[in-house]
Structure formats: C-alpha cells, structure tokens
C-alpha cells in the first residue's frame, strides 16, 4: 500500500525563482495566469538549453490547472525535471510552487516540448 505524503516537496532541479510583483496582478489582486506561465516557460527554456548545448524553442505546452492564485509578494520558484530526449527535442516537465505561512505549496504544473534550433532556426539533432 501506497503512503500518502502529508508534506509533498517540490519535484526537480530549482531553476527559477522570482517574486510576484504588483504589476503583474489582474483585477483581483492575482498575478494573471499569463505570467505564471511565462516564469514556467523560461524556467523550462533554461533546462532544454542546458541538455541541447544550445538553442532551443518551445513547440508545445500541455494542459495546465492552476491549484491556487499567486498573490503579491509571493516568491514564485520554478522546479524542472527532464521527463525526455529525443533526436531533436525535449520534453520538460516544471512545477511552480510558492510558501503560504512557512509551508511550501504547489500552485500548478505542467510540461513544455522544445524542439533544439540552430543559428539559422532549423532544426537541429541533440548531441
């Protein structure tokens, strides 16, 4: 029988962490979505350039569901984890979590496929 963690941790290598910035709110009070997923974006472009040498860019980006609002002041941490190499691209999966009251807490995930690019923006094989 499988146990069920009462304090899940973060999942992959840190990559990037900011905070959430007033300007960056919606209506509400908020940080938009957009946003969030902008950091994951970079966080994951970061992680596919280190294992392509190179150039790399975004070709796909699974569903996502956002499990709680960021709010202002929130340090915003971005996790990725390599999920796949293939010839040419790469699949990343990035978590973002922030602390709410001094417990770490998941706010969405999602994965991310880049495809490795060269110099002139082909397509180029992963050594």
Do not use: H
Not at 96 to 109: F, I, P, Q, Y
Request: glycine share 8%.
């Amino acid at each position: 029988m499988q146990e069920i963690d009462d304090a899940p941790l973060p999942d992959g290598d840190l990559t990037l962490q900011l905070l959430a910035r007033p300007r960056d709110t919606n209506n509400s009070g908020d940080i938009f979505g957009g946003w969030v997923m902008m950091q994951m974006d970079i966080a994951a472009e970061i992680c596919a350039a280190r294992r392509a040498g190179g150039r790399v860019a975004t070709v796909a980006v699974d569903a996502m569901s956002f499990l709680m609002p960021v709010k202002v002041g929130d340090v915003v941490s971005c996790y990725t984890n390599t999920l796949e190499v293939g010839r040419s691209s790469i699949r990343i999966e990035v978590e973002v979590w922030t602390n709410v009251a001094d417990a770490a807490v998941k706010v969405t995930e999602g994965e991310f496929v880049f495809v490795a690019i060269d110099e002139n923006g082909r397509t180029r094989p992963i050594n």
